[in-house]
């Protein structure tokens, strides 16, 4: 038996230079749980240190914790890649690593914060996570469908690291699982605004940074459970699961 589900797929932590440091992961199980989320996926900037603690702050709630990363490209675009197990994310983590260069500068980009699931802080990122990868947008989604993931373009709609303002264009050899479109649009609007891309799947996701924007816009899926399967399903179109536009 299918029934709808409430996803948010494109969460920050406060481990993203972007991201408020109210955004530790029992804060953000808090406020997903109490938005009746039933699924959200946690997607810092080239980085997943927090992914596991947030995975076990929803230890014994109703919330399910899909293991993410919202990779940059060399072209700047922003994909993010799902996963079903946080062994697999840490995969892609090593290999984003090695292709990303420079130290971060706290003053200009913020602290990157590593808290566990009781809010404990157990260190600091010192990457340069808000720059950019050596990593081209094809190598990038070969690599995450190669380890097991799923890539999803980003924010499409932006006008700055989406695939659409970097490239002008989704290149057809680029085999995207699904398209993103950022809480600025209805799904509506988007299918309206680029009816060139009718035939991939559209999300919606908060792209939350702060609390405050966590419940800014989710998606709604047809599955029979909140796993990354039965989600792999529902941008497929496959089997009666589906995703709500």
Do not use: W
Not at 9 to 31: K, R
Not at 59 to 70: A, D, H, K, Q, Y
Not at 181 to 210: C, G, M, N, V, W
């Amino acid at each position: 038996m299918t029934r709808l589900y409430t996803c948010n797929l494109h969460v920050h932590t406060c481990l993203s230079p972007c991201g408020d440091l109210d955004m530790h992961p029992s804060a953000i199980v808090e406020e997903a749980t109490l938005q009746n989320m039933d699924i959200i996926a946690v997607c810092d900037h080239n980085t997943a240190e927090n992914v596991r603690y947030v995975a076990r702050a929803a230890e014994n709630t109703s919330l399910s914790v899909i293991p993410g990363m919202e990779v940059t490209t060399r072209e700047e675009v922003h994909v993010l890649a799902f996963f079903e197990r946080v062994e697999q994310l840490d995969t892609l983590q090593a290999y984003v690593y090695e292709h990303l260069n420079g130290l971060n500068n706290e003053k200009a980009f913020g602290m990157q914060v590593i808290v566990n699931e009781i809010g404990e802080v157990e260190g600091f990122n010192e990457r340069l996570l808000i720059g950019a990868t050596e990593i081209s947008l094809e190598d990038l989604v070969e690599r995450v469908h190669e380890y097991g993931g799923l890539a999803v373009a980003a924010h499409i709609d932006r006008p700055s690291f989406s695939v659409l303002s970097q490239l002008g264009f989704v290149p057809a050899h680029v085999p995207f699982d699904a398209l993103e479109i950022s809480a600025r649009l209805s799904l509506a609007e988007a299918r309206h605004k680029f009816p060139e891309l009718e035939k991939y799947t559209f999300i919606t996701s908060s792209d939350a940074h702060f609390i405050e924007d966590l419940g800014k816009t989710c998606i709604r899926m047809n599955l029979k459970e909140p796993s990354f399967s039965e989600i792999r399903l529902a941008l497929q179109n496959k089997d009666g699961r589906y995703v709500l536009e």
